[in-house]
C-alpha cells in the first residue's frame, strides 16, 4: 500500500494520496488550500491516475480543492450528504467574519461535475481499495473517517483518515456552525473506541498516531465509555 501525505496551505492540512502501489490508479483524501500542486507532484513521481477524491468533511481548509483535483483527473468526489452543500458554500461552515479573516477576500466555489454521497457503514471499493466508512459527526454534521486494511506491516491491521475527528492527543474543535460538543463525544466513543490499538490513525492536522497511543494517552478519551 503506497500513502503519500503532505500538509497543504495556512491551516497545514493534510492531504493524502493512496493506491495500492506505483503505476496504479489513486485515491485522493482531503485537497485542501493549495494542495493541487502536491497532488499532481505525488502523481507524477508514482505515475498514479486519481479516480476518486474523498471528503472527510466540508471545512473549506479540507475541501478547498476538492473541484480542481476532481476535474483535473476526471475523479469522483464522495462527501457526506450533511456536508454536501459545503461544496457550493463553505462559507456555511464558519462565520462570515472570520472566513473574511482567514481568507481575506471573496471567493467562489461550485461543486465537481460527479459527486456520490456517503453513508455510515459504507464500504467503498476504489483503485483497489476497500474503504470502511464511519459517519462521526460533531465536529460537522456529516464528518466521516475513512479505514482501510493495511497489508505494509504486521503491526498495523486498518489505517484510519480521521479527518478532524481525532488528533494525536487532542480532537476536533466543536464550536464552528455545525458543531456539537455532545455529538463529537458520542462519535469518539462509539466509531473511535473500539477500534483496536493497532490501528493507526492519519488525522486532518498534525502527525500520526495510533488508537492505542490515543486511548493511553488522549484527555478526551480518559473517561469515555465504549459504546
Not at 459545503?86 to 465537481?112: H, I, N, V
Request: glycine content about 10%; aromatic content about 6%.
Amino acid at each position: 500500500m503506497l500513502i503519500a501525505g503532505f500538509p497543504a496551505g495556512p491551516w497545514g492540512t493534510n492531504c493524502y494520496v493512496v493506491a495500492t502501489a506505483p503505476g496504479t490508479e489513486c485515491v485522493v483524501v482531503d485537497p485542501g488550500m493549495d494542495a493541487t500542486e502536491g497532488v499532481a507532484e505525488v502523481v507524477r513521481q508514482h505515475r498514479l491516475k486519481p479516480v476518486s477524491v474523498l471528503v472527510t468533511h466540508g471545512h473549506v481548509d479540507h475541501m478547498w480543492c476538492v473541484a480542481p483535483v476532481a476535474g483535473t483527473y476526471d475523479a469522483t468526489a464522495w462527501v457526506h450528504p450533511a456536508d454536501r452543500h459545503l461544496l457550493s458554500d463553505p462559507m456555511a461552515g464558519m462565520s462570515r467574519d472570520t472566513a473574511q479573516m482567514l481568507l481575506g477576500g471573496d471567493y467562489s466555489w461550485a461543486e465537481p461535475d460527479d459527486v456520490r454521497e456517503l453513508g455510515d457503514l459504507q464500504e467503498l471499493e476504489l483503485a483497489g481499495l476497500r474503504f470502511a466508512v464511519d459517519h462521526t459527526p460533531g465536529h460537522t454534521a456529516g464528518s466521516v473517517t475513512f479505514r482501510s486494511p493495511y497489508a505494509g506491516a504486521e503491526d498495523v491491521s486498518e489505517v484510519m483518515f480521521s479527518g478532524d475527528l481525532l488528533f494525536a492527543g487532542s480532537i476536533g474543535r466543536t464550536d464552528l456552525p455545525g458543531g456539537d460538543h455532545a455529538t463529537m463525544l458520542r462519535s469518539l466513543a462509539t466509531k473511535v473506541l473500539p477500534l483496536a490499538d493497532d490501528v493507526v490513525v492519519l488525522p486532518g492536522h498534525g502527525e500520526q498516531t495510533s488508537i492505542g497511543r490515543e486511548r493511553a494517552t488522549n484527555p478526551y478519551l480518559q473517561d469515555l465509555p465504549v459504546r
